[in-house]
């Protein structure tokens, strides 16, 4: 499927979960020369189904099996000269070595992962390579029949960098253009707030779009991120617009009754009605969360300025628990109930 584009430039995704399906599968389809690296299970379910592609905009593209660009063996990133990192934020230092060990020094590492440090991660273990952040503003969740579908939309965000200007043709054509960003830490600490939704949306049990809709879910995501705020702004941090409102005044239009939110918000709800967090996916498979990289990043700023975050601590706990036992769907008012408790109290609190 390689189009004739010259010099043929190698694309490696480090990370087949439902993100870096979807990417690849999208590069793949618009006649980039990639591979995909990732774990067995995924290998002999795209082996034995392929790949169905469908977005909210009607996108719907079958790709076949066969021939179709996989590999578990990290050492396919030896030709590679784009490499996307799209594992989970817990194992960014693993795929750290593994890319020192295989990858070509001339490679530009981009990591497109959740979470505010896991770029500095990666360079931690990579000196001589040029590693940038990245960040998905999409969501996308694995469907039956080996369905990878993108249920919200928005453009690849990227540090800036020259030698980006080769590769932004090709995204384009796959429908994943790249917009060159500055000042990324702001943008990663801005996409964090609104990955807060991640834990409330898992613990709904709900899609997205009708977990938004309520306001006492949303009453929850408030709490989290006026906390996260707080901390924020202690910490010296101005995070980044990243949705149509700046993130001061989320709290106050996430609080707005229904029939208001869905008038001036309409933005944030034009969600595809399938669309799910990633933590609620991982959650009904079984696998760990990032919660950790998200909630958990709140409570560990507070934790270094000697402040507490009750609230995104504790949703972080719910989440845990929710990983060990099993999702255990709580309704909006009893989730607030709880959260708000622990909120108030003491901001000092170890």
Not at 197 to 223: F, G, I, T, W
């Amino acid at each position: 499927m390689a189009a004739d584009r010259g010099v043929t430039m190698k694309i490696a995704v480090f990370g087949a979960g439902s993100i870096g399906v979807y990417i690849g599968a999208s590069l793949y389809a618009a006649g980039a020369d990639v591979v995909m690296i990732g774990r067995a299970r995924m290998h002999r379910q795209i082996a034995s189904q392929g790949v169905l592609l469908t977005d909210l905009d009607g996108r719907r593209q079958q790709l076949e099996a066969h021939d179709f660009p996989y590999d578990e063996n990290p050492s396919a990133l030896a030709a590679a000269d784009l490499i996307l990192v799209t594992v989970k934020s817990a194992d960014s230092a693993a795929a750290a070595v593994a890319i020192a060990q295989y990858a070509k020094p001339e490679a530009l590492i981009v990591s497109l992962q959740n979470g505010v440090g896991n770029a500095n991660t990666l360079r931690g273990a990579m000196t001589g390579w040029q590693v940038l952040a990245g960040m998905v503003p999409f969501n996308v969740v694995q469907m039956a029949g080996s369905r990878f579908h993108r249920g919200s939309g928005g453009e690849l965000m990227i540090e800036a960098c020259a030698r980006l200007e080769q590769w932004h043709a090709i995204f384009s054509e796959a429908g994943l253009p790249i917009q060159q960003c500055h000042d990324f830490a702001a943008i990663q600490w801005g996409k964090l707030l609104l990955n807060l939704n991640n834990a409330v949306n898992a613990l709904s049990d709900l899609p997205l779009k009708s977990e938004l809709s309520q306001r006492a879910y949303r009453r929850c995501l408030a709490l989290l991120i006026e906390e996260a705020l707080q901390v924020l702004r202690a910490a010296g941090i101005r995070p980044a617009k990243i949705a149509k409102v700046a993130p001061q005044f989320l709290p106050m239009l996430l609080r707005l009754p229904d029939s208001l939110f869905k008038r001036i918000a309409a933005a944030m709800l034009k969600i595809d009605p399938e669309a799910r967090s990633s933590m609620w996916e991982d959650l009904r498979a079984g696998r760990r969360t990032e919660v950790d990289y998200l909630n958990g990043a709140i409570v560990c700023l507070a934790q270094s300025l000697g402040k507490g975050a009750p609230a995104n601590r504790h949703i972080v706990a719910l989440i845990h628990a929710a990983e060990g036992t099993g999702l255990q769907p709580l309704s909006g008012e009893a989730l607030y109930l709880d959260l708000q408790s622990r909120a108030l109290q003491s901001d000092t609190e170890p």
